[in-house]
């Protein structure tokens, strides 16, 4: 079972900020948050992950409880191309192995 | 910037007929996973394959599911007998190192009728 749990949909305006929420608390110490889209049936795209710290890219800005518990995927200034799903995962680290298990995500809708 | 291909986009089959579908992972990348999303539901993982052999498997990767790195390059996943569950979106991840984040294909679109 997906260790994270998320809002089913939100909305924003485009040129805001999207704040996504996530909460995973059970994420063991050394377990890393992800991040991914999917527009319609593509797939899935990366977008940002982290671990304790808070992390930004050219996409997006992961920032990171301090007890780890719950995060926020920021998307500065949402377009109407940011309209998609996206999935808060935990990544299952088991010995070698290194699988992620995936909830339903949030359909975010960016609105004109 | 690199990518992970995956060749059919669509296929259509008859319930009982082999599909073999195939990857192409990013070059360098040596761990590759499968994963597939019955439509309307979430994305589950099928199987993880790093040095020619099986890393781990799930519940869904029975008997009838079969990967392989025949040539070096394309990366397959063979379902022996198709069933009408069988019909799903299948990715194909790829990723450079155990530890690096995993890059999905586009699909493929399988239909079993």
């Known amino acids: 079972d997906a260790k994270t749990t998320q809002p089913p949909s939100m909305d924003c305006a485009e040129g805001r900020a999207a704040n996504l929420p996530c909460n995973h608390s059970t994420i063991s110490g050394n377990e890393y948050v992800y991040w991914y889209r999917q527009i319609h049936s593509q797939g899935p795209q990366y977008i940002i992950h982290g671990l304790k710290n808070n992390e930004t890219n050219e996409m997006a800005s992961l920032i990171i409880t301090e007890d780890r518990k719950s995060s926020t995927l920021i998307l500065p200034h949402a377009t109407l191309r940011d309209t998609a799903v996206y999935y808060c995962?935990?990544?299952?680290?088991?010995?070698?192995?290194?699988?992620?298990?995936w909830g339903l995500g949030t359909s975010l809708a960016v609105n004109p | 910037e690199p990518e992970v291909t995956q060749t059919p986009s669509h296929q259509v089959t008859q319930m009982g007929q082999e599909v073999i579908l195939r990857c192409v992972p990013i070059?360098?990348?040596?761990?590759f996973y499968w994963y597939r999303q019955i439509l309307g539901q979430k994305v589950e993982f099928l199987v993880s394959f790093y040095n020619n052999e099986i890393s781990e498997k799930s519940e869904i990767f029975d008997d009838q599911f079969s990967v392989e790195r025949p040539d070096g390059s394309n990366f397959t996943l063979k379902i022996r007998s198709t069933k009408l569950e069988d019909s799903a979106m299948y990715f194909c991840?790829?990723?450079?190192?155990?530890?690096?984040?995993?890059?999905f294909g586009p699909g493929t679109r399988l239909l079993v009728l």
């Open positions: 991840a790829t990723s450079g190192d155990r530890e690096e984040t995993q890059y």
């Open positions: 995962i935990v990544r299952v680290d088991a010995g070698n192995n290194r699988k992620l298990i």
């Open positions: 070059s360098n990348h040596l761990y």
